[in-house]
């Protein structure tokens, strides 16, 4: 067989509905050949016999478990035949018929370009996807995000670190990071970095590897030529945009609330606690406890 252009890899977890959407919507991408890699986390609906019977050339990789988004991701690599790689989230809608193409072709403009992701657009409400424009989570930037302020001052970039939301949404930028809703990466520039760190569940593990990218030189870029569709949070619960149609149960929710600040903890533990001194490090410590309670115990 002819080796595609691209391999798609898509992690599922109990999201058969929202899966047939996005494959339908990638199923009518055009100029540009590509394989669909799903990696099913201990789907307990029917997803797997769907994909059998509704799409037998997507390749399905069942693991026993139902945790680690970025285990699960390194799996489908070691399938993916092509060397450009797209971590999509299965509650994706691509919007028109070029999508992949575009994104696809803007990434190899660059030589050195190592990461792109579209504008994203929630679904049910129609407003940008915060999580797909991101900056680096530095104590500065969650405090200003965490107690308010950036809300206070959008267009104030000393206060708005964390989403910066003063660069707009309609015009081609670098950005710190990018959401694991809809990742395009050269091969070769995953192979560089070691792809997904494992030691992250669920949750932060774009923003690490997003990170890494800019530790080895590799711009990541926001294109909003492309827009693109997500309902975001539907089988997790933790969006407020998707609690009408959430699959999730409230104990799934309440452990992907442990999960994202246990991503919080991973990230500043890794990538920050020996650049900054002991005093802020405990007050983040002190921030990350109030989190909890207000996240998780109060729930």
Same mark, same amino acid.
């Given at each position: 067989?002819?080796?595609?252009?691209?391999?798609?890899?898509?992690?599922?977890?109990?999201?058969?509905?929202?899966?047939?959407?996005?494959?339908?919507?990638?199923?009518?991408?055009?100029?540009?050949?590509?394989?669909?890699?799903?990696?099913?986390?201990?789907?307990?609906?029917?997803?797997?016999?769907?994909?059998?019977?509704?799409?037998?050339?997507?390749?399905?990789?069942?693991?026993?478990?139902?945790?680690?988004?970025?285990?699960?991701?390194?799996?489908?690599?070691?399938?993916?035949?092509?060397?450009?790689?797209?971590?999509?989230?299965?509650?994706?809608?691509? #919007?028109?018929? +070029?999508? /992949?193409?575009?994104?696809?072709?803007? !990434?190899? *403009?660059?030589? %050195?370009?190592?990461?792109?992701?579209?504008?994203?657009?929630?679904?049910?409400?129609?407003?940008?996807?915060?999580?797909?424009?991101?900056?680096?989570?530095?104590?500065?930037?969650?405090?200003?995000?965490? #107690?308010?302020? +950036?809300? /206070?001052?959008?267009?104030?970039?000393? !206060?708005? *670190?964390?989403? %910066?939301?003063?660069?707009?949404?309609?015009?081609?930028?670098?950005?710190?990071?990018?959401?694991?809703?809809?990742?395009?990466?050269?091969?070769?520039?995953?192979?560089?970095?070691?792809?997904?760190?494992?030691?992250?569940?669920?949750?932060?593990?774009?923003?690490?590897?997003?990170?890494?990218?800019?530790?080895?030189?590799?711009?990541?870029?926001?294109?909003?030529?492309?827009?693109?569709?997500?309902?975001?949070?539907?089988?997790?619960?933790?969006?407020?945009?998707?609690?009408?149609?959430?699959?999730?149960?409230?104990?799934?929710?309440?452990?992907?609330?442990?999960?994202?600040?246990?991503?919080?903890?991973?990230?500043?533990?890794?990538?920050?606690?020996?650049?900054?001194?002991?005093?802020?490090?405990?007050?983040?410590?002190?921030?990350?406890?109030?989190?909890?309670?207000?996240?998780?115990?109060?729930?």
């Amino acid at each position: 067989m002819t080796k595609p252009s691209l391999s798609i890899i898509i992690v599922s977890h109990n999201s058969q509905d929202f899966l047939r959407q996005t494959l339908e919507s990638v199923s009518k991408q055009t100029g540009l050949s590509h394989e669909i890699i799903v990696v099913d986390n201990q789907s307990t609906d029917n997803t797997l016999s769907m994909l059998k019977r509704d799409f037998p050339l997507v390749k399905v990789i069942k693991r026993s478990t139902n945790t680690g988004f970025a285990a699960a991701n390194n799996l489908g690599i070691k399938a993916a035949k092509a060397e450009t790689i797209l971590f999509l989230n299965p509650d994706i809608t691509l #919007t028109s018929k +070029s999508d /992949l193409k575009q994104c696809y072709d803007r !990434l190899w *403009q660059d030589e %050195k370009l190592g990461c792109l992701s579209p504008k994203v657009i929630l679904a049910l409400s129609g407003r940008i996807d915060e999580t797909s424009h991101r900056g680096f989570p530095t104590p500065w930037a969650s405090f200003t995000h965490f #107690t308010g302020l +950036s809300t /206070l001052f959008p267009n104030l970039p000393i !206060l708005n *670190q964390y989403n %910066k939301r003063y660069l707009g949404y309609d015009q081609e930028h670098f950005i710190d990071s990018v959401g694991g809703m809809f990742m395009m990466v050269k091969k070769v520039v995953g192979d560089a970095i070691g792809w997904w760190d494992e030691a992250f569940d669920f949750y932060g593990e774009d923003l690490d590897f997003c990170y890494r990218l800019w530790e080895h030189d590799y711009p990541v870029l926001y294109y909003p030529t492309v827009t693109i569709k997500h309902y975001k949070g539907v089988t997790t619960g933790m969006s407020k945009s998707s609690q009408a149609v959430t699959t999730a149960s409230r104990e799934k929710t309440r452990q992907v609330r442990k999960w994202s600040i246990q991503a919080m903890e991973i990230f500043y533990q890794k990538h920050y606690q020996a650049k900054y001194p002991f005093y802020i490090n405990a007050l983040v410590n002190l921030g990350l406890k109030i989190l909890y309670f207000i996240r998780v115990v109060l729930k």
